[in-house]
Nanobody
Framework: QLQLVESGGGSVQAGGSLRLSCAASGRAFRTYNLAWFRQAAGMEREFVAAISWLASRTTYADSVKERFFISREITKNTLYLQMNSLEPEDTAAYYC????????????????WGRGTQVTVSS
């Protein structure tokens, strides 16, 4: 099982930027597709972005396209989410997920999860 630890969350004003990181340890991180999900208070967990294990393909939720960018640094076993032009609607706990063998937005396809990092965007 992969161990995933997110960092980089915080409070920011609307229009600002944050970069989230997810450090992985355990079994072969580099062979799995990775993703970011988020969950706002009282809401269902929702897909944000995913990246293939070779970083050759990415996919995004429509709500974050052109504002958020997912990347991974294989040599550092780290996943990133660059978030620009943040909006109050982006306020949520952000989770990284790993272990899928397909590039998917379905949370059930990712067996390994971090504990999350909180992002709060004020207007």
């Amino acid at each position: 099982q992969l161990q995933l630890v997110e960092s980089g969350g915080g409070s920011v004003q609307a229009g600002g930027s944050l970069r989230l990181s997810c450090a992985a340890s355990g079994r072969a991180f580099r062979t799995y597709n990775l993703a970011w999900f988020r969950q706002a208070a009282g809401m269902e967990r929702e897909f944000v972005a995913a990246i293939s294990w070779l970083a050759s393909r990415t996919t995004y939720a429509d709500s974050v396209k052109e504002r958020f960018f997912i990347s991974r640094e294989i040599t550092k076993n780290t996943l990133y989410l660059q978030m620009n032009s943040l909006e109050p609607e982006d306020t949520a706990a952000y989770y990284c997920a790993a272990g899928s063998h397909v590039l998917t937005s379905n949370a059930d396809d990712y067996p390994d999860w971090g504990r999350g990092t909180q992002v709060t965007v004020s207007s």
